[in-house]
């Protein structure tokens, strides 16, 4: 069965730092997403993004967040400073359509840790 | 803004009994979708269960279906037969535009 991957599993960096979080969603997809979960939280939203551009956007993906679809198999996430508050689960998602016709299969996430 | 509360932060339940769990959410919407998303320990996300708000019927997956009551803006999750390997946090999630908002969650345990 197909299914949305991540990379990767755990990333651990330095505050200032730069990082990129990979994923590769459901060959087919069209519609790519980007959430995040804080620790004993719960999952946020952050990015959808569609034909190579932000759909919409939450509060917290701010000018330190970019998206990017290098390539016709790769979605991205960049932090481009971390802090210290960005330690968090990042889960990316897919789906074929959007607007709820059709349902958003998540990767496995990708465990940030920001020292 | 749409939001979505889940009351119960931890439910138990023995093997082979059946719980529900809760969900409410607000939203002036009437076109919208109902998810049930199950995360276990290794913290992945997986689907359990989905609902279109334009349909009566409440939805059904094996031992798993839900409770939609519209009008009240609920939407429970029952869960038949309760196996070992249901043990998860069980996040409820509206979905209007393109973004899911999920609850904060419940845990269930599921005891031997």
């Known amino acids: 069965e197909p299914e949305v991957t991540q990379t990767p599993s755990h990333q651990v960096t330095q505050m200032g730092q730069e990082v990129i979080l990979r994923c590769v969603p459901i060959s087919n997809h069209l519609y790519f997403y980007w959430y995040r979960q804080i620790l004993g939280q719960k999952v946020e939203f952050l990015v959808s993004?569609?034909?190579?551009?932000?759909?919409?956007k939450s509060e917290i993906f701010d000018d330190q967040f970019s998206v990017e679809r290098p390539d016709g198999s790769n979605f991205t996430l960049k932090i481009r400073s971390t802090k210290l508050e960005d330690s968090a689960m990042y889960f990316c998602?897919?789906?074929?359509?959007?607007?709820?016709?059709?349902?958003?299969?998540f990767g496995p996430g990708t465990r940030l840790t920001v020292l | 803004a749409q939001t979505v509360t889940q009351s119960q932060p931890e439910m138990s339940v023995q093997e082979a009994e059946t719980v529900t769990l809760s969900c409410t959410y607000d939203?002036?919407?009437?076109?919208?979708?109902l998810f049930w998303y199950k995360q276990p320990p290794s913290r992945q996300m997986i689907l359990v269960i989905r609902?279109?708000?334009?349909?009566?019927q409440n939805a059904t997956e094996n031992r798993f279906s839900v409770n939609f009551q519209k009008a009240a803006k609920s939407f429970s999750l029952k869960i038949s037969d309760s196996q070992l390997g249901d043990t998860a946090m069980y996040f409820c999630a509206f979905m209007r535009t393109d973004k899911l908002i999920f609850g904060t969650g419940t845990r269930l345990q599921v005891f031997p």
């Open positions: 998602a897919s789906s074929e359509s959007y607007r709820g016709v059709d349902t958003q299969y």
């Open positions: 609902q279109e708000a334009y349909k009566q």
């Open positions: 993004f569609y034909n190579n551009e932000i759909s919409e």
């Open positions: 939203t002036s919407e009437n076109n919208y979708y």
